[in-house]
T-cell receptor
Framework: GAGVSQSPSNKVTEKGKDVELRCDPI?????LYWYRQSLGQGLEFLIY????????KSGLPSDRFSAERTGGSVSTLTIQRTQQEDSAVYLC???????????????????FGPGTRLTVT | GENVEQHPSTLSVQEGDSAVIKCTYS??????FPWYKQELGKRPQLIID?????GEKKDQRIAVTLNKTAKHFSLHITETQPEDSAVYFC????????????FGGGTRVLVKP
C-alpha cells in the first residue's frame, strides 16, 4: 500500500518568507509526528497529533512554527518568517496507534515519509 | 527530558564481521526502543524494536539487547554485508506519553567488501 508522502520534496525560500510543508500519512494511522533532521541537531521531535486530541507541541523550537491536521489525516507544518537555522530536512511519520498489542512488528512503529528538504537563503 | 547517547559515531567493519552499536538513555520511564536504518538520501526505516518487558530480540542477522537497570541498549549485526552500510539511529520513547521518539546522534556504518 501507499506509504507516507510529503510535499514538496525540496523547497528553497528566502529568509523572512513563510513556508508550508505537507504530509499525507498512511490511511488509517491515527498518530502523526513531525521531526526535523539537521546536521547540527540530528533528528529531533517537533509536534505530535493523535486522533482528534489537542496536538503535543512540546518540541516546536519557536512560535514561528505551527502545524495542523485536518480531518484526522493530512497535516501541514507552517514556518513563519523563516531563518537560516530553519534549513533542515523535515520528516513526517505516522503510526497505527500509540497503544495496542504487539506482534512480529510493534504497533508502535513509526513509518517515515521521504522528507522535505528546506533551504533558507 | 529524555537524552539518548549513541556510540560510536562511525564504524568500519570488514564484510562478514559483526557490528555493535550502543546507546544509553536517561529517563527510566522510557519503555520503547526502536532502531532505524537510513541510507543516503532516503527516509529512516525501522529495522528492529524492543519493548522494556523483554531483554533481547532477534530477527535474522540483527539483534537488540536491553539492560533496563543500566539504561542502555545495543544493536548487533552479524555477518555484515555491503548493503548494511548506512546510518543507524537508536531512539527511546514513553509509549503512554505519545511515543515521541528521542534519537541518538547516529552511527555511520561502512562495510568494506
Amino acid at each position: 500500500g501507499a506509504g507516507v508522502s510529503q510535499s514538496p520534496s525540496n523547497k528553497v525560500t528566502e529568509k523572512g518568507k513563510d513556508v508550508e510543508l505537507r504530509c499525507d500519512p498512511i490511511s488509517g494511522h491515527t498518530a502523526l509526528y513531525w521531526y526535523r533532521q539537521s546536521l547540527g541537531q540530528g533528528l529531533e521531535f517537533l509536534i505530535y497529533f493523535q486522533g482528534n486530541s489537542a496536538p503535543d507541541k512540546s518540541g516546536l523550537p519557536s512560535d514561528r512554527f505551527s502545524a495542523e491536521r485536518t480531518g484526522g489525516s493530512v497535516s501541514t507544518l507552517t514556518i513563519q518568517r523563516t531563518q537560516q537555522e530553519d534549513s533542515a530536512v523535515y520528516l513526517c511519520a505516522s503510526s497505527l496507534s500509540r497503544t495496542g498489542t504487539s506482534g512480529p512488528r510493534s504497533s508502535y512503529e513509526q513509518y517515515f515519509g521521504p522528507g522535505t528538504r528546506l533551504t533558507v537563503t | 527530558g529524555e537524552n539518548v547517547e549513541q556510540h560510536p559515531s562511525t564504524l568500519s567493519v570488514q564484510e562478514g564481521d559483526s557490528a555493535v552499536i550502543k546507546c544509553t538513555y536517561s529517563d527510566s520511564a522510557s519503555n520503547y526502543f526502536p532502531w532505524y536504518k537510513q541510507e543516503l538520501g532516503k527516509r529512516p526505516q525501522l529495522i528492529i524494536d524492543i519493548r522494556s518487558n523483554v531483554g533481547e530480540k532477534k530477527d535474522q542477522r540483527i539483534a537488540v539487547t536491553l539492560n533496563k537497570t543500566a539504561k542502555h541498549f545495543s544493536l548487533h549485526i552479524t555477518e555484515t554485508q555491503p548493503e548494511d552500510s548506512a546510518v543507524y539511529f537508536c531512539a527511546a520513547s514513553i509509549v503512554a506519553a505519545g511515543n515521541k521518539l528521542t534519537f541518538g546522534g547516529g552511527t555511520r556504518v561502512l562495510v568494506k567488501p
